[in-house]
């Protein structure tokens, strides 16, 4: 009975990854094949920023105690950073002028921004994780998905990269100063103290961008699995009303469900329990995304503002808007990535109306017609996210 057991696992391992082009495997090679999904980077960055998911490390309680009090510096230290900041902008030292006094105030901006998404997550942790083991087990290859898996990659990349640029600027000046005016009780000229002043302003402003950054793509990866779940929603749905050699034909050439059998019945019940799987998927995505959506255009618009208005009161206006240019186009991008993610999912969405009705239902039984009916009755609501 045992050997029977293990032998259904072993099934049921192997259907998993015939869907997902992964084979089973036992050990820890077997484990790393379950767990090599689009979404393990992001998983194992929130394991790192305290942000561990309901069912991560779920064999570790030590750990998972450990990360929990990670958890609780990293909330401590974004309220130093924003602390720091808005003392820097409201306290007159004698040596800031107007353009670094505008600089704290993006500090404390951002650092209120990331803050705002970083507690958004934790709060949401087990919808995440839901959402993550649903849309996990797919891999968009159609053209818009592999252009949305480069957007994450660049946008990745970009965080990398301005980061590096910063600390590059510092170890070029050969001081280490601080950046952006940033408060701080003790005296700059000892050198120990303003050493691991800039340390921990550097590191915390790496995590904060990690965090930020990470956070954006997750949920553009998001948006993305669900356009290709809707998609192939789409392709089941047209083949209800085929002929039996039409319906083989375009299993052969698409990406569909699995159909017990190729019944219309059949296939239209598996479509409307995916159906309604997508629509809570979508509902918790919804629910996440408009929390972080606020804070993301608050911090973008004003850090835009803020910037341009620097750069208009700069001696050499041009260096300071060559200067400023990373960051301006990071900010057009955060909006863009937004934006893009809730586009994304509203045309695939809207797409099973069209699929719905562009097969053969006309050729199925009266009471397929009216079930139909129903689901073309609820796709006639647009989703706006």
Known sequence: MAKDKHKGKMEVAADRGRQTGMTAGTGWKGWLLKERDIFLKHRIVFILLGLRLPGDLGGYPSLKLALQVWHYYMTLMFSVLCIGFLFGVIIDHGE???????YSMLGVLSCSCVFTKYLTVYHHRHDVADLIAFLRDVKADTTLGKFTYCLSIFYEGMAVCMRFMILLKIAQHGKWQLVMPFWTPYSKKEPIVMVATAVFVQCSAAIKTFTNFFIDTLFLLMAN??????L???SSFELVGLSEGEKRSRLASRRCLRFPDLADESIFRSCV??????????????????????????????TLCIVMFSCSQAENMVKEVIQCIPLTNTAFLQLFVSCFSGELIKSRYNDILDASYSNGWYDTSERLKSSILITQTYATRPKVL
């Open 232 to 234: 192939i929603l789409k």
């Open 273 to 302: 329990i995916e159906h309604v799987r997508l629509i809570k998927a979508v509902e918790k995505y919804e629910t996440i995304l408009n929390r972080l959506f606020l804070p993301q255009v608050v911090n973008a618009f004003l």
């Open 96 to 102: 800031y002028v107007i353009t670094a006094i505008l």
């Open 225 to 230: 699995q669900l356009c290709h779940k809707f």
